[in-house]
């Protein structure tokens, strides 16, 4: 009796060995799969892929001041000053 529960629970460990070298191998590969999502080429592969295109000029707005800001600042702007956010004389 003493021989079968500790061939029984020799498995046991066994299997559960077995298991936990198939998580491991699981998670290394899960962790790669995350490292190649966040890389920078990827993301922009995928950004583009959805129709994204990097802007020539971007707008913003001051919330407190209410003032639009265009970057890079246009030809006719008075002061290379003037197109910075936040920025106010």
């Known amino acids: 009796m003493v ?21 491991a191998q699981q998670e290394q590969n899960l962790q790669q799969q995350v490292s190649t999502a966040q890389a920078p080429s990827t993301i922009e592969q995928q950004a583009w892929r959805l129709g994204m295109r990097p802007q020539q000029v971007v707008n913003s707005i001051n919330l407190h001041t209410g003032r639009r800001h ?12 003037s197109s910075v956010p936040g920025y106010g004389p």
């Open 70 to 81: 265009v970057s890079p600042a246009p030809a006719s702007a008075a002061s290379p000053a």
């Open 3 to 23: 021989n079968t529960t500790l061939a029984a629970a020799s498995f046991r460990i066994s299997d559960l060995q077995k298991g936990n070298v198939r998580l």
